[in-house]
């Protein structure tokens, strides 16, 4: 896999390319998974694989759904999509995600 960067949050030996769409629907790691279990009302209206036992997507998914998604009529949403990217920009490392910022909120960091 040259040129792509490996998920560093799934589990196991498989390599996944880490981008927006691995990392919104497909990654396995069980904080992201926990996280769309909590929000799963977001998911289900738009993907029928998700479930609660199955917090993850194991087929591709054409870009019209994921546009559907994210265009969502839902304020949910952006707090879901908040905490989603405060365990990628943290990493494994949670500590860099708990500082305080204001992007939930609708404001930008200063």
Do not use: I, W, Y
Not at 3 to 32: K, M, S, T, Y
Not at 61 to 87: A, G, T
């Amino acid at each position: 896999m040259v040129g792509f960067r490996v998920c560093d949050q799934c589990p196991g030996e498989d390599e996944h390319v880490q981008n927006e769409v691995h990392a919104l629907l497909f990654c396995q790691d069980h904080r992201v998974c926990e996280l769309r279990k909590h929000f799963s009302f977001l998911f289900t209206p738009f993907f029928e694989d998700f479930s609660a036992t199955q917090p993850f997507l194991l087929q591709q998914v054409n870009n019209q759904l994921v546009h559907d998604f994210l265009s969502q009529q839902n304020n949910r949403l952006f707090l879901f999509l908040s905490e989603h990217m405060d365990l990628f920009v943290a990493g494994r490392d949670q500590s860099a995600a708990d500082q305080p910022n204001n992007l939930a909120e609708g404001h930008p960091q200063l």
